[in-house]
């Protein structure tokens, strides 16, 4: 079953964080919360391929929701139940689509935009590339800073040294970012997305009875709280 949601189409991925937002609504008291996002926890452990990658996710989460719970206590007459039900909120409306956003793949996402919803193709194919590009820039950024330290400018261990070299490694990396750009809008161009009114697609859009599956589960997640109430 952990195969399933890294074979699953990305539209199905979306839909279930875009339901978690309503699950959210429907959080108005801490035991409602407790099992809105223990439903969830129980779908990950069963579904996700990794649940530390899960567990990862969460902790980033939990700063949010944290500093939430303090605000709400020291300035919403400090009742520690509202603070943590506001807490949890933020939880069970960002974990499932911060989790499930690892695993949608551009180049599918755009087949699907494009052939199942019918969204025109050059805004689509251009949502794509900048997908591409963005989930990159994180192998761009060690290229810059090894290329940095092989010619002798890297960091000492002076924070301001640090700093500073920070500092060069973003500049390069908004450089290469806007000639990629560049590049990528000549190459789009050429290939007609300037002019061309209709276009094929090369890989096909298809649509499961596992996709059916996981959008069922994803409504019946959101529901939880909702029956709660």
């Not at 820039?137 to 040294?161: I, K, M």
């Amino acid at each position: 079953m952990r195969r399933f949601v890294r074979g699953a189409t990305p539209l199905v991925l979306l839909a279930i964080g875009t339901l978690a937002i309503v699950a959210s609504l429907a959080v108005r008291d801490l035991q409602t919360a407790c099992l809105a996002l223990g439903a969830y926890a129980v779908a990950g452990a069963v579904l996700l391929p990794s649940p530390r990658f899960a567990l990862a996710r969460f902790g980033a989460i939990a700063v949010a929701s944290v500093s939430l719970v303090w605000s709400t206590w020291w300035l919403g007459g400090r009742d520690l139940e509202v603070a943590l039900t506001a807490g949890l909120r933020i939880v069970v409306l960002a974990l499932p689509g911060a989790v499930l956003a690892a695993y949608v793949d551009p180049s599918k996402l755009a087949d699907q935009l494009g052939q199942r919803l019918r969204l025109p193709a050059r805004p689509v194919v251009a949502f794509a590339a900048a997908m591409q590009r963005f989930g990159a820039l994180r192998e761009t950024w060690g290229q810059l800073d090894r290329t940095r330290r092989a010619r002798g400018f890297g960091p000492t261990h002076n924070p301001v040294s640090r700093v500073s070299h920070a500092v060069s490694l973003a500049f390069a990396l908004l450089v290469s970012a806007l000639r990629d750009a560049s590049r990528m809008s000549v190459a789009m161009d050429a290939r007609g997305f300037a002019s061309a009114q209709r276009r094929t697609w090369a890989e096909p859009a298809p649509w499961s009875r596992t996709d059916s599956a996981l959008l069922a589960l994803g409504v019946a997640l959101a529901a939880v709280p909702w029956l709660v109430r």
